[in-house]
């Protein structure tokens, strides 16, 4: 399974990247496992407020539909708009070009609240037992 150490982790598995006052956002390389092969991903406008705990995304699979959850409040400036026309993205590299939208948070306090990449390795392993 690929954590990446400078990403944050959501129980939901959404990563979130600091970049400089921006968090790039995603699906981890376990949801997209789970998810199976994806071929579609409905993302937000940019301007579009997010909050967190709230889906900001649809992404859909052969396996099932699911939801994508902020993991912390702020305003989309940008959306990986390649993803329309290439879903599998997601499954091939879901912390590089699979990354979903970028945002200006507003409150970067929310990140210290996510868990860390062994904290996050440790929650799925919990989970496949």
Known sequence: MNTPKDCKYTREHEWAKAEADRVRIGITDYAQQELGDIVFVE???????????????????VKAVSEVYAPLDG????????????????????????????????????????????EYDSFIEELAK
């Open 75 to 118: 305003t989309v400036v940008e959306a990986n708009e390649s993803l329309a026309d290439l879903p599998e993205t997601l499954n091939k590299a879901p912390h590089a070009d699979g990354w979903m939208i970028v945002i200006e948070p507003s409150d970067t306090a929310q990140l210290e609240e996510l868990m860390e990449s062994s």
């Open 43 to 61: 993302l937000p406008t940019v301007g579009k407020q997010v909050r967190k705990g709230e889906a900001f995304a649809t992404v859909e699979s």
